[in-house]
């Protein structure tokens, strides 16, 4: 029997794309043959690296993240336009998987960015693709923007966190859309056990840059200070992408929508790889199998 074709729609939200690797597991598992893959931010990432065939390999990666490889990766900048340069994730991710060309690739892959200059969506489907990724990535202060022709890119969930439209001309069976910025639920309802060190502010960017600001000197201690400010910056892109996700969802309807919910982890809990990706095989074996049906 021909497999069902999938184009998804993997959304913006740190470490909550984690939940990605989880959704694209059963969807395998159950027969369907993901054809297109559009992504913004952390589902630009996790789509493209499926893209080139390496979603294995960075899955065995990811699971054994702690939170001291995480402040490895974080090369802080002296620049004001991020406090991360993004360089140091990016390479390790290229060495690890290899590079690959968009154009290139067997499975379909846009990944969407933000030109602020031009204040429009810009659509990444040819050239490197980790090039790609990085545009989608940078969170606006944290992560520096990559520049193209002037211009400076950053994470695509700024106009787009839930990137239906770039898979218009597919021609696949069902398209999912996978929005991590769905309401908050209550802990107990999440079935993911809440750490300690979530109530902390600042959790891996506080320690980042406070150990760099110990080892250059005053110069960076009102950095340190502002620490607050930043969560709170960040609390409100959420619930900024929340809204715009909802739009978007509205205006483009998908087959099928899983919802991760917005308090699901910090932005930055990548060592909490082993809850996150069973968080999204649980929601898709919720979600989809009746979606699917009633579809035909």
């Given at each position: ?75 802080v900048s002296l620049g004001m336009d991020g406090l991360i340069k993004g360089d140091r994730i990016i390479d390790t991710l290229r060495n690890l998987l290899g590079e690959r060309r968009i154009e290139n690739l067997d499975v379909t892959f846009t990944a969407v960015a933000a030109n602020i200059s031009r204040r429009k969506e810009v659509w990444f489907r040819k050239g490197p693709i980790f090039d790609a990724i990085k545009a989608s990535i940078s969170l606006p202060l944290l992560f520096k923007p990559f520049v193209v022709d002037g211009d400076d890119l950053i994470d695509g969930g700024i106009l787009n ?136």
């Open positions: 029997m021909t497999k069902k074709t999938i184009s998804l729609a993997l959304g913006s939200g740190g470490a909550r794309g984690l939940a990605h690797i989880g959704v694209i597991h059963w969807l395998e598992e159950n027969g369907y043959d993901i054809c297109s893959v559009a992504g913004s931010s952390m589902g630009a990432l996790v789509g493209g690296i499926y893209a080139i065939g390496k979603l294995d390999e960075y899955e065995r990666w990811v699971r054994s993240v702690s939170k001291s490889d995480m402040l490895a990766l974080l090369d966190p839930v990137p239906i439209a770039p898979t218009f001309g597919d021609q696949s069976d069902f398209t999912v859309a996978v929005n991590l910025c769905a309401p908050q639920r209550e802990r107990a309802e999440l079935g993911v056990p809440k750490r300690r060190e979530e109530s902390e502010e600042g959790s891996i960017i506080s320690r980042k840059i406070g150990e760099f600001a110990d080892a250059v000197g005053d110069k960076l201690t009102r950095r340190r200070t502002d620490i607050r400010a930043y969560n709170i910056l960040y609390k409100s892109f959420d619930a900024m992408q929340g809204t715009i996700a909802r739009q978007k969802i509205a205006a483009y309807p998908p087959d099928c929508v899983i919802e991760i919910p917005a308090n699901l982890c910090g932005l930055m809990d990548f060592d909490r790889a082993d809850d996150l990706i069973e968080y999204g095989y649980r929601k898709a074996a919720e979600v989809l199998p009746e979606a699917f049906a009633g579809q035909g």
